[in-house]
């Protein structure tokens, strides 16, 4: 690897964050004039017209980013899963795939991403472990990634949870500076620089080309971090509070569209965001009390691997989870599938 300069990764770390200000400025515009926005419908919670195409930013800031970057880069062929999980979004964005075909494309991605890292450790062995590490690898990857897409639903949300999950991943891999640190910073830098732009009331969402890109690098950063040569329950418990609030949100809520005789994969005004602003929050306060939920379970991460497997701390730990289940269990009892209620709640908020 190449000698390590911390004033000149500041000086490049500035000129990423600008270059992303700029690229998002112009996906705004550009969005306007070609008419690459989002109307209000039925699925969406926003009632106003917003540019759609934030992934495409993203896209060309890690494009950037590896080239001013490239010295320290060590694994440029996971450059191709960012272009694939990119191109995959986009063409969702627009032609509205169908689940089958949506889940059939992710698991090819997922394959090429875990053999990926697989061969960073060392060459793909033909083995029943190797078999399963590559199964549950997958699963686990498109959980990830699906539970970033479907956070993105209210103004800020999904934008800066990531923001969150990356920062965390930055601290974990700082020491190292190797590959995993750097993918870390970019997506730190991409999400925050997203965030004025996506805050309420957001000016551009991210769409599916920008929750996909983020939605795999978070997977890959999740399983390269804590999985790779050593798998063990309490790295399972402990990683598990990296990403807590994504994998809350896709289990509860398909579990209970499904209860509801709904599609589980079909979007709607359900999420916990909305539930919290049926509740009586307004978005903002949503979005910061389900920031404060993920940064809690990181600060829960970094105090195992501290303290490892303290008595007091899981006490405190499994009250912490009693409470967050019995405030998903009431919010879960919100009659969102209600007609009349949905009817009334959108008068008077002013939605049609």
């Not at 950037?64 to 063409?91: E, R």
């Not at 956070?151 to 190292?176: A, T």
């Not at 050593?230 to 990296?242: D, E, K, Y």
């Not at 609030?245 to 359900?270: A, N, T, V």
Request: charged share 10%; hydrophobic share 55%.
């Amino acid at each position: 690897m190449a000698h390590f300069n911390i004033f000149v990764e500041i000086y490049y770390c500035i000129i990423i964050f600008i270059v992303s200000l700029l690229l998002i400025k112009i996906v705004i515009e550009l969005s306007k004039k070609f008419n690459f926005i989002i109307y209000p419908n039925s699925e969406r919670w926003s009632k106003r017209i917003v540019a759609q195409n934030g992934g495409v930013s993203f896209f060309f800031t890690y494009v950037i980013s590896f080239i001013i970057f490239n010295k320290y880069i060590t694994n440029f062929y996971f450059f191709y899963v960012i272009i694939l999980a990119f191109l995959f979004g986009l063409y969702d964005d627009y032609m509205q795939l169908k689940p089958s075909k949506k889940l059939f494309i992710q698991l090819l991605i997922s394959f090429f991403l875990i053999v990926n890292l697989i061969n960073q450790k060392h060459s793909l062995i033909i083995s029943s472990q190797s078999i399963i590490f590559i199964i549950l690898g997958i699963f686990t990857i498109i959980s990830i990634s699906n539970a970033i897409n479907i956070i993105d639903n209210v103004d800020g949300l999904s934008s800066s949870i990531v923001f969150i999950i990356s920062l965390s991943f930055l601290i974990i891999n700082f020491n190292q500076h190797g590959f995993n640190y750097f993918l870390s910073l970019f997506t730190f830098l991409i999400s925050f620089s997203f965030l004025f732009y996506n805050w309420n009331p957001a000016k551009i969402f991210m769409g599916d080309s920008g929750s996909m890109q983020f939605g795999f690098i978070i997977s890959y950063l999740f399983l390269s971090t804590n999985f790779i040569g050593h798998i063990s329950l309490f790295n399972i418990i402990a990683s598990f509070n990296l990403i807590a609030y994504p994998l809350i949100e896709i289990f509860f809520i398909s579990i209970r569209r499904i209860l509801s005789g709904k599609k589980f994969h079909k979007g709607g005004r359900d999420h916990f965001s909305h539930r919290l602003i049926y509740y009586g929050f307004s978005e903002k306060e949503s979005v910061l009390l389900i920031n404060l939920v993920q940064l809690i379970y990181t600060i829960f991460y970094f105090l195992f691997i501290a303290y490892s497997f303290n008595y007091i701390l899981i006490i405190i730990y499994f009250i912490y989870n009693i409470f967050i289940l019995i405030i998903i269990l009431k919010l879960m009892l919100i009659p969102v599938y209600d007609k009349e209620f949905e009817i009334n709640f959108k008068k008077a908020l002013g939605m049609k």
